[in-house]
């Protein structure tokens, strides 16, 4: 069996799938762990605090999402020239990334400062939040620019095979973060510390001072990802003109358009699924806000896969190795499965006492606490179809993912929670049925599609 075990799985692969990943899951963790600490300080404050902040978060995985697809197509030209050993390309790609930063950043700027208002209105918050919730979007967006270069430049670098800079960064980031809460949260304060007292020095601006700190943070990351970007020995745009290049941005775009329809209307759905469970009252708002933020840490390994995913097989697709793309899957499957099976279990086990980090309200935990123990069943299955559609960001074929995914989140999600929850009155439980069902037929599409060798262009040239 072991032998059977070491021909159908090229274990040798093993470490190069480990390098690219590990530095990804890291920097996740810790942009999980400093989520938790945001979470909890916040959470301090009450449960309005905690709803004001969850109000809008969607929005951020509707707007962040966007502009990472956009970076997919950067990743898959990228992978595929540093495969096929072709440094031009390869510069000529990063230069394109500078100027898709400029444009995508300057535009979600505008875009979301002018809608701050309007948009916890839009999210269905309870009005006594809206206008904490709109002051918190609205600080959180204003250095949407460096925000942008992390996230496109960040791509760019780990599909040159560097995902520690992406990573040091975000530590960097999380770290400034971390500390400017502690000090803009609370107000001044006495401590014991060591059996002496202290005095704390402190703004007190709450919520606010939540967001100040993030965009002073996000601010930092965007300086330090665009050096590292311009040093870069092959990606540095300093020998490109930044300049409308369209040989490159066709095939940029050809790629990155179906990924930004996908993560667009995902995310949009992330939205109106979020805007129902806001409708549901505070409890519900607050336990699925803290839900997420739990959930968000057991997702790492499997995020942290796709990144290696995309870039290696991008690399073997440059080079027109066949075998090699075969081999990865295989791999990268198993190792995928393996980890969320692992990573499942232990929210399972774990979910009481993760939602009780966050609130001391017995009926957010508890309804937290069911709606994590659903969730943590189907782990191994939104594993699988997260290393699928890198395999596909990697080979270019982004147009696959694009329409699975939206037939499930839009087909699934959001009408099987119009219905639960408007029509049937039934409550966040229900609507966590339907977010599991639409990650359990997007498994099956995806898995159809890859078990019969269309996901690999190499596969259909004889």
């Known amino acids: 069996m072991v032998k059977n075990l070491t021909k159908q799985f090229k274990w040798e692969l093993f470490p190069v799938i480990l390098t690219l990943a590990w530095p990804t899951m890291l920097e996740q963790l810790m942009q999980t762990a400093v989520q938790y600490i945001d979470t909890a300080m916040v959470g301090s404050l009450g449960t309005t605090a905690t709803a004001a ?8 995985w509707l707007i962040s999402g966007t502009i990472s697809a956009l970076g997919v197509g950067f990743l898959a030209m990228i992978a595929q020239a540093i495969g096929a050993k072709d440094r031009v390309a390869a510069s000529k790609a990063a230069a394109q990334a500078v100027l898709a930063v400029l444009v995508t950043g300057v535009f979600f700027t505008a875009l979301t400062l002018s809608l701050s208002g309007a948009i916890p209105v839009w999210m269905q918050t309870e009005p006594h939040i809206r206008a904490l919730a709109s002051q918190y979007f609205f600080i959180l967006y204003i250095p949407m620019l460096p925000r942008t270069a992390t996230i496109i430049f960040g791509t760019a670098l780990r599909a040159a095979g560097d995902t520690k800079t992406p990573m040091l960064t975000g530590l960097a980031v999380n770290f400034v973060n971390v500390i400017l809460n502690f ?85 949009l759905g992330y939205v109106f699924f979020a805007a129902m469970i806001n409708a549901l ?131 699934v999600r959001i009408l099987g929670t119009l219905i639960c929850t408007s029509l049937l009155h039934l409550g966040l439980i229900s609507a966590w049925a339907c977010m599991i069902g639409h990650n359990l037929l997007l498994f099956t599409l995806l898995t159809i599609y890859y078990t019969r060798g269309r996901w690999n262009p190499l596969e259909r040239i004889k």
Not at 53 to 60: E, F, I, K, P, Q
Request: aromatic share 10%; hydrophobic share 50%; charged share 10%.
């Open 53 to 60: 902040v969850g109000a809008t978060g969607t929005l951020n």
């Open 183 to 267: 000090f803009m949260i609370y107000p001044t304060r006495r401590v014991e510390l060591l059996g002496n007292p202290w005095v704390i020095p402190g703004f007190g601006w709450g919520v606010a001072g939540a967001a100040v700190a993030s965009a002073i943070a996000f601010t930092l990351g965007g300086i330090l990802i665009t050096l590292a970007f311009w040093k870069h020995p092959v990606l540095s745009p300093g020998r490109q003109r930044i300049k409308p290049d369209w040989s490159v941005l066709k095939p940029c775009l050809k790629i990155a358009c179906p990924n930004m329809l996908q993560r667009f209307g995902t995310s």
């Open 281 to 411: 009252g505070e409890v519900a708002a607050a336990a699925h806000t803290i839900a997420n933020t739990v959930e968000s840490a057991f997702y790492i390994p499997g995020y942290g896969m796709q990144t290696a995913a995309a870039t290696l097989t991008g690399n073997a697709y440059g080079a027109r190795d066949k075998e090699k793309m075969r081999d990865l899957s295989r791999l990268l499957m198993l190792i995928e499965v393996i980890l969320m099976v692992v990573s499942g279990g232990l929210l399972f086990i774990a979910a009481p006492s993760m939602m009780g980090l966050f609130s001391e309200n017995s009926q957010v935990i508890a309804l937290g606490s069911t709606v994590l123990r659903m969730v943590a069943l189907s782990e191994p299955f939104f594993g699988v179809s997260i290393i699928i559609q890198g395999m596909l960001q990697g080979v270019g074929d982004t147009k696959t993912a694009f329409w699975y995914d939206i037939i499930s989140m839009w087909g």
